[in-house]
């Protein structure tokens, strides 16, 4: 019974989101792979996958096509991968906004892959190779998303693999998108490019769309992450920031005017942190600086010679210092105390409280 039980205990401890997504994409996979055997290998399938030349036919591909992996090896590296990371992403954001980036990275990383290869027929007017003969599937968009996530929220967490290789979490998406690069050049277009959409795709959401509903600074809901952490050029060597820099800044500035991108309310000093709990941070920081900044005036007026000014009626005086008796001051005569308190009368101290009276 134990045995049984476990199972059904692990199933009920994944998210929602985590969990039905995992096992659409079992279930689509094996139905794929299952018509593959009963058909031609070469047929693409283009109501389960995205064909450039039969997707407007098919829309529901633009969302779907991510649950098809097309080999078994494909598939057990997005089960090893995928469903853990979105685990962690779904407590973190909740359900909601968890589907949100899933349908936005892989949806809109279809569209401009669709885009992209209408453009290279129409430059080429070779529509078997680049309308009929590519299709994109799987979720290696959605690996670079959620690699982008995990930069944002964890840059500096190192990971290692094969039990020497350590590296950054941050280091990450560009090692994939580097090889996603590679292979798109050697020709392997179909599905690698994909990953350089969902790179750029995922960024721009986190950056300016995904809604932070764990925090609200100033009083407003705050989107996105515009922290310089998390900017564009972030992601390149410092000797391109100087051509980056400011084609970010243009694109960014007409987005705005034409209300592309949302308004990202509150406090521009909060710096638009994902992380939960970051405006209750933010507060708790200023209000730290202002103490501090409170303490070190009354020091510095203290010490200043308008400091020996009678102080005012509404300032509340320290309690005098009152040191304990020592046993063997104690034991000492009187005489001992007399002698003292007319040295000090002598040398005219006579702003300093006297401890020993």
């Not at 990383?109 to 299709?135: C, K, P, Q, R």
């Not at 950056?207 to 100033?218: A, L, W």
């Not at 309310?265 to 507060?283: C, I, K, L, M, Q």
Request: glycine content about 6%.
């Amino acid at each position: 019974m134990a045995v049984l039980q476990s199972p059904i205990t692990f199933l009920a401890s994944i998210p929602t989101v985590t969990r039905y997504f995992t096992l659409a994409t079992v279930i689509v996979s094996l139905v794929h792979a299952w018509l593959q055997w009963n058909s031609d290998r070469t047929k693409l399938f283009p109501y389960l996958v995205l064909v450039p030349g039969s997707s407007l036919f098919y829309p529901w591909t633009f969302v779907t096509s991510a649950l098809v992996e097309e080999t078994i090896w494909e598939l057990v590296i997005t089960i090893i991968t995928i469903p853990p990371t979105l685990r962690y992403l779904e407590r973190l954001w909740g359900s909601l906004e968890t589907f949100k980036f899933i349908v936005a990275t892989v949806c809109v990383s279809n569209i401009i892959a669709f885009g992209f290869n209408w453009i290279e027929f129409v430059a080429t007017s070779n529509a078997d190779l680049f309308l009929y003969g590519m299709n994109y599937h799987g979720q290696m968009s959605l690996q670079i998303g959620v690699l982008v996530a995990f930069t944002q929220l964890i840059p500096e967490h190192q990971v290692q693999f094969l039990g020497f290789l350590k590296m950054r979490v941050k280091s990450l998406p560009m090692i994939y998108l580097t090889l996603s690069t590679v292979m798109t050049i050697l020709g392997f277009q179909s599905p690698w490019i994909i990953i350089q959409f969902g790179w750029f795709v995922s960024w721009i959401y986190l950056r300016f769309y995904k809604k932070n509903s764990n925090d609200t600074v100033g009083g407003g809901q705050t989107y996105g992450d515009r922290s310089e952490t998390f900017s564009l050029v972030s992601w390149f060597p410092p000797f391109t920031h100087v051509v980056l820099g400011p084609g970010g800044n243009f694109v960014y500035k007409w987005a705005s005017k034409f209300h592309l991108i949302p308004s990202h309310g509150g406090d521009v000093e909060s710096g638009f942190n994902t992380t939960p709990g970051s405006a209750r941070a933010e507060a708790e920081r200023r209000r730290a600086m202002a103490l501090q900044a409170l303490d070190q005036r009354l020091a510095h007026t203290n010490s200043s010679p308008q400091s020996a000014a009678p102080v005012s009626a509404h300032t509340p005086r320290p309690p005098p210092a009152v040191a304990s008796p020592r046993p063997e001051k104690a034991a000492a005569t009187n005489e001992d105390h007399l002698s003292k308190a007319s040295a000090d009368s002598v040398d005219g101290d006579s702003g300093r409280p006297d401890v020993d009276r």
